[in-house]
């Protein structure tokens, strides 16, 4: 059935590491958007992507990268260069148009540092 | 101050009772309201999602939404102890893709 998925549930960074966060969807939306958790923080935007081989910078986007290659796949690179990187990762997608549609959520991605 | 403001409780209440939870927002430009509820360690599921001012209901469910005093309320009637969650308010905006913008989200829980 449709949805989206993140991999993995937990994934831990050795200091200087780049890590990669998947998230794929099959429900055919347009956009897709990466947004962190800390606690007591709510979630804030790193990138958001509304169309294949474009994306835009959100609130948080230093120290990561996105690519968007293919309608359904939205990856999401730590890089070295973020300092504070222990949080727990969302996805989310929706449809675009005249008509805004609500997001739906992925069960997100927890990673810590070694 | 933070354009989303929510109290993050938390919130105890006995089974059967009205829950009300609460938003308020600096941003007139934002159009869309939502309301979604986290269980721990699980994505935000949502729960109402409304555009105008006024009520929305669905199930034990009411979402209200008044645009002139910038806040947003989730009522739930007859409270279970599977509704001990977080509760987040979230609204978008056309600019910036239509990312949302959250408070930091209401601890819930709901005792037998």
């Known amino acids: 059935d449709g949805g989206i998925t993140q991999s993995p549930k937990y994934l831990f960074r050795k200091e200087g590491q780049n890590v990669t966060l998947s998230c794929e969807q099959n429900l055919n939306h347009d956009a897709m958007y990466w947004y962190r958790q800390d606690p007591g923080q709510g979630l804030r935007l790193i990138y958001y992507?509304?169309?294949?081989?474009?994306?835009q910078k959100g609130d948080i986007a230093e120290g990561y990268s996105v690519s968007r290659e293919k309608k359904e796949s939205f990856p999401l690179t730590v890089t070295s260069a973020q300092k504070n990187p222990t949080a727990f990762y969302l996805c989310a997608s929706t449809v675009t148009g005249a008509s805004n549609q609500p997001q739906h959520f992925g069960d997100g991605t927890r990673l810590s540092i070694l | 101050q933070k354009e989303v403001e929510q109290d993050p409780g938390p919130l105890s209440v006995p089974e059967g009772a009205i829950v009300s939870l609460n938003c308020t927002y600096s941003?007139?430009?934002?159009?869309?309201f939502m309301w979604y509820r986290q269980y721990s360690r699980k994505g935000p599921e949502l729960l109402m999602y409304t555009y105008s001012s006024g009520n929305k209901e669905d199930g034990r469910f009411t979402a209200q939404v008044d645009k002139s005093s910038k806040y947003i309320s989730l009522f739930i009637r007859d409270s279970q102890p599977s509704d001990s969650a977080t509760y987040l308010c979230a609204m978008s905006r056309i600019l910036s893709g239509y990312a949302l913008n959250f408070g930091k989200g209401t601890s819930l829980l709901v005792t037998p």
């Open positions: 992507s509304q169309i294949v081989n474009d994306f």
């Open positions: 941003n007139s430009a934002f159009q869309y």
